[in-house]
């Protein structure tokens, strides 16, 4: 008996056209690019979790100890501001330091090099900062005491 073709049309869409067209609607659907997909954002934070002041001529180095994650390989900066401990003036705040995270979470500490020149009583606020400049966390160091001359 002769075929009449039309089942071969059948067979080229189930067996071909069919799956590649499920495959590229799926692909659509969970794809990053999708509308339809919302991935988590990446968990950022950062901390600050010691300052200790080292000794050091002229004063003042210190260990600030900083937890970051999310930030991996950007820079996030690490601002001092001195505040007379006695008044409560603060100066202008500046860059001590900038922290790279190399990892999704990554802990370090390093030296911060703080210059008080003058007499007096001290309190050196430790500010971090994510890469678009948000405030992650501060922290203060406990009194310095200065005896400049």
């Not at 990053?32 to 000794?55: C, D, L, W, Y």
């Not at 603060?90 to 210059?115: H, I, K, M, R």
């Not at 007499?119 to 992650?136: C, D, H, K, M, Q």
């Amino acid at each position: 008996m002769a075929e009449d073709g039309s089942g071969s049309g059948k067979w080229w869409f189930t067996g071909i056209l069919g799956p590649i067209i499920v495959g590229l609607v799926i692909w659509y659907l969970t794809s990053s690019n999708s509308p339809f997909h919302h991935p988590k954002p990446p968990v950022t934070a950062g901390s600050i979790e010691a300052v200790n002041r080292n000794s050091g001529t002229p004063c003042c180095t210190f260990s600030v100890k900083a937890l970051i994650q999310g930030y991996d390989g950007q820079t996030c900066p690490l601002w001092a501001t001195i505040i007379d401990a006695n008044t409560g003036a603060q100066g202008t705040p500046f860059q001590v330091n900038g922290y790279v995270p190399q990892a999704g979470e990554d802990e370090g500490a390093f030296n911060d090099y703080v210059p008080i020149t003058r007499s007096g009583s001290y309190i050196v606020r430790f500010t971090l900062y994510a890469p678009n400049g948000t405030e992650l966390d501060q922290r203060d160091s406990s009194q310095v005491n200065v005896t400049a001359g």
